[in-house]
């Protein structure tokens, strides 16, 4: 009749609705289930067990790198203030770049050169042998100080606010002068042939040049031109 609805027979919806989700979703009692429907049951809580696990396992990571960003974001505005006090922040690593290394060896070579040249001179007494000293010095301990000056950067030690800090001054001087005493005996008996005026000409460079090499080093320290600053994470 119009306005009616017919029922199907019953053994055609109890069919329907042993084959419909819905049936196995709103079953009060998984025992009732069929075998098959079962198992599907099964499937669909295994997957939703992993899924929560892979959500679980990835709300780990979004946290992780939440906090490293939280982190970075506080490192960079110290350093945009220690910028901003023309200063880099403290605890902050930095390392020198090979051009920075390369000019301080060079200019130091000039500085040192024209004291060796001026003790030779006054020793040797000959414009000549002072040149020479000069020139055999020159070459081999620019390309040694650059060596020295790429293996010590390397090490952090001694480094504090963005600056080496005196103690490191100090013993990279010390640490040169050894060398260089070295070297300039040697040039100044093999040019000279006497172990007199060598000797007095590495003496008076030892004293001297490492007060001088201290100062260069602190006034190189306040230079920031050739200095990358290094932030340090972890992922």
């Known amino acids: 009749l119009p306005g009616q609805t017919v029922a199907p027979p019953s053994h055609i919806s109890s069919s329907r609705a042993q084959l419909s989700p ?3 979703a709103s079953a009060s009692n998984i025992d009732e289930l069929s075998e098959g429907n079962k198992k599907a049951l099964l499937s669909i809580e295994k997957e939703i067990e992993k899924a929560n696990r892979q959500k679980e396992k990835y709300l780990e990571k979004v946290n992780k790198f939440d906090d490293i960003t939280s982190t970075l ?3 960079k505005n ?8 023309g200063k880099a922040p403290e605890g902050t690593n930095f390392s020198e770049t090979t051009a920075r290394s390369a000019v301080k060896a060079l200019m130091w070579r000039v500085i040192a050169g024209s004291v060796t ?3 030779s001179l006054k020793f040797s007494g000959s414009v000549k042998v002072a040149l020479s000293i000069v020139g055999s010095d020159f070459l081999s301990k620019a390309a040694t100080m ?3 000056e790429r293996l010590m950067n390397k090490s952090q030690a001694g480094r504090s606010a963005g600056a080496d800090d005196a103690g490191r001054s100090l013993a990279k001087a010390l640490i040169w002068r050894l060398f260089a005493i070295c070297n300039t005996l040697a040039a100044g008996l093999l040019i000279s042939k006497d172990l007199s005026i060598a000797s007095k000409i590495a ?3 030892a004293i001297f040049k490492t007060a001088l090499m201290f100062v260069y080093e602190r ?3 306040k230079i ?3 200095k990358e600053y290094q932030i340090d994470f972890l992922i």
């Open 224 to 226: 920031e031109w050739g």
């Open 117 to 119: 040249f001026v003790t």
């Open 219 to 221: 006034v190189w320290a």
């Open 203 to 205: 003496g008076s460079d």
């Open 22 to 24: 819905l049936f196995v």
């Open 146 to 148: 650059f060596i020295g």
């Open 78 to 85: 110290t350093y945009l203030d220690g910028l901003a006090l």
């Open 73 to 75: 974001e506080k490192k």
